[in-house]
Every structure is written in structure tokens, then in C-alpha cells.
């Protein structure tokens, strides 16, 4: 927390700084001209610092008009209070000094005890300012961890159901798009399930879900909108906006063999005792005669033909 005092007359910075001093604020610190404090603002861990700023208006080289411009244009000091110092005769100025986003004005030599009554009022409206400003971020970190929680699947940490639903009605407000959805599910899963238990199977679905999101970043740049959700219990859906039907498959199967390279144990699969995945495919147009219930339908029958074909496939 510090009050500067940026004067080009040494006198002058002594003089606030000893009025202050005795006000009982300690942390004071100088700057000789408008250059010198905006070079050290640079760095914005010192803009966050600051309460108060008592500025000279006549200075040789940036006066205090400029200065007050260059310090009004960094965030952190868009609103601490500025208070001008101005000399006889300057009064002229003063219009263009608020104008600048001047606070308030005392003329030197200042009256001590008006000086302290401003630069105290002026300081209560700082805390009180920098106070609802931290509050405000507060607020908002965590909303962002609510909106986080509310579309991510506990288990799994990827997309949930509701993430997805929401995504594909933004994509119908958006007619003409091509939409394509692989919908996936877990060989076997009950027997696993049964076989090793209900933990076992929730420590399997974060690695196949693992495992989906390693294929999808390997491929990421082709699909930079690919959204991978848990569509509920083991099944899980990648949505694919904007990629036609062969795009699509083909990264079904990548996704197949990703699962299946990651070597996930399985004590009774059909395919040497590893976890295997089902995926049917569907793409369709975002039109008003189709929807997204439609589409999720469609790729449904394609799973269900990849399960009746034998599993560990892609059907589209
Ligand atoms: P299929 O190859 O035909 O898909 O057979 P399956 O056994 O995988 O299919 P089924 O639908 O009969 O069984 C799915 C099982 O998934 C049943 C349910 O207990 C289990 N399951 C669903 N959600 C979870 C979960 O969150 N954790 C665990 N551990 N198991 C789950
Ligand atoms: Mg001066
Ligand atoms: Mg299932
Ligand atoms: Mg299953």
C-alpha cells in the first residue's frame, strides 16, 4: 500500500512526505519527474501496490497532465485517486487536468490540515475501492469454477452430458453446419464390473477416458472443435462439428485402437483380456428438419450394429 509523490522540486517531495509522515502514513514513496514513475509502473506488481498519487502539474519534460494520461491507461490505476499539486497561477490548467482524470487538486504551499483531511478522504475511497475490486475477482474465480464444475464429468474430468446437449443446440442456432458424432460404450463393462468390482470399474472408465483424450490430442489439430463427453455410464460421445463423415470414421477408429494400445486389463473380455470400445458414427446437416436428438439417435443404431457385429468395431 504506498502514497506517491511525484514532484520535480525536491523541497516539495520532503515537505508531503514530512506532512505525511506525521499524518501517520508511512509508506511514501517519490518519483523527480512524470517519466521516472511511468517507466517504474512498467512493471505492474508495483501499479497493484498503490493508493495514492499526489501529482505536480508544472514539471519539465512530461508535466503532470501528460503523466496523468500514461498513468490513467494502465488498468490497476484506472480509478486510484490522483490528487494534482498545483502552484499560483495555474488554475487555467486545472480544467485540462480533470479532463485527464485529475481526482481532486490542492494548491501548494498547502494548508496542512487540509492537506491531511484530502489525502486521508481521498485514501478511505481508495481501500474501499481496492476492497470491491478484490471482492469482484472473488466473484468471478469462482463462478468460473462453478460453470467448470457444471459442464465436467466428476469421474472422468471430461465433458459431461450436459456440456454436450448445450454444444449441440448452439450448433443448430447455426443451420447448414455439418455435424458428426461417434457415440462409444465399453465391451463387456458388467463383467468387469462384476469380476473386479465397482471401484475397479470407475478407475477403468478415467483410463479409457484417458485414453480417448490422448488420441484426440494427438490428432488435435485437425479437430481443434472436437468435444469428448460422458454421455453416461461407460459411454462416451466425441462431437465433431464441421467434420463430414469421413473425417469422422476414421478417427472412430483411431479411437478404437487408442483404447486398445493402452492395455486396460480386462478378465473376461472377448479380445485377450483387454478393454475393448464399440463406436458407431453418424453425420448429418444442422437443418430445422433435423435435430440434435436425431442425431444422437442415429449414431445410437450404429453402436448398437457395432455391439451386434461383434464389438471391438466402428460402424457408421
Ligand atoms: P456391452 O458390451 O453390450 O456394452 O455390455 P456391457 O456389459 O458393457 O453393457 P451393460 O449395459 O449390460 O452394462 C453396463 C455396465 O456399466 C452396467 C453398470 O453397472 C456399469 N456402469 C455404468 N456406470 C458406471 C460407473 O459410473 N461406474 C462403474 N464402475 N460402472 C458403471
Ligand atoms: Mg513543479
Ligand atoms: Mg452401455
Ligand atoms: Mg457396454
Redesign the pocket.
Known amino acids: 500500500m504506498s502514497v506517491w509523490v511525484v514532484d520535480d522540486s525536491r523541497l516539495i517531495r520532503s515537505m508531503l512526505t514530512a506532512l505525511l509522515s506525521q499524518a501517520g502514513i508511512e509508506d511514501v514513496k517519490t518519483a523527480e519527474s512524470g517519466e521516472a514513475l511511468v517507466e517504474h509502473f512498467q512493471d505492474h506488481h508495483t501499479r497493484e501496490a498503490v493508493r495514492l498519487i499526489l501529482l505536480d502539474l508544472m514539471m519539465p519534460g512530461m508535466d503532470g497532465i501528460e503523466t496523468l494520461r500514461h498513468l490513467r491507461a494502465f488498468p490497476e490505476l484506472q480509478d486510484i485517486p490522483i490528487i494534482i499539486i498545483t502552484g499560483r497561477g495555474e488554475k487555467e490548467d486545472l480544467e485540462a487536468a480533470f479532463q485527464a482524470g485529475a481526482s481532486d487538486f490542492l494548491s501548494k504551499p498547502a494548508d496542512p490540515v487540509e492537506f491531511v483531511a484530502r489525502v486521508k478522504g481521498a485514501l478511505r475511497l481508495s481501500e474501499l475501492l481496492v476492497q470491491r475490486r478484490s471482492k469482484e475477482r472473488d466473484l468471478k474465480d469462482s463462478h468460473a469454477r462453478l460453470e467448470l464444475l457444471t459442464y465436467t464429468d466428476a ?1 472422468t474430468g471430461v465433458a459431461n452430458r450436459r456440456n454436450l446437449d448445450q454444444t449441440l443446440q448452439n450448433i443448430w442456432t447455426q443451420p447448414g453446419r455439418t455435424v458428426s458424432l461417434i457415440l462409444l ?9 462384476d469380476t473386479l468390482g ?5 478407475a ?2 478415467k483410463r479409457v477416458a484417458a485414453a480417448l483424450e490422448d488420441t484426440l490430442a494427438a490428432e488435435g489439430t485437425f479437430i481443434p472443435e472436437a468435444l469428448l463427453a460422458r454421455y ?3 459411454e462416451f460421445a466425441v462431437l465433431l462439428p464441421d467434420a463430414p463423415m469421413e473425417e469422422a470414421a476414421q478417427l472412430a477408429e483411431h479411437l478404437r485402437q487408442g483404447v486398445l494400445k493402452a492395455a486396460i486389463p480386462h478378465p473376461n473380455s472377448d479380445h485377450h483380456h483387454l478393454v475393448t470400445i ?1 463406436l458407431g458414427v453418424h453425420s448429418l446437416l444442422a437443418l430445422p428438419d433435423t435435430s440434435p436428438a436425431l442425431l444422437i439417435e442415429r449414431a445410437d443404431q450404429a453402436l448398437y450394429q457395432a ?1 451386434s457385429m461383434g ?1 471391438n468395431q466402428v460402424f457408421r
Open positions: 469421474l460404450d465399453i465391451d463387456h463393462f458388467k463383467r468387469y464390473n465397482h471401484l475397479e470399474g470407475d477403468c472408465l453416461g455410464g461407460e464399440s455391439k464389438r
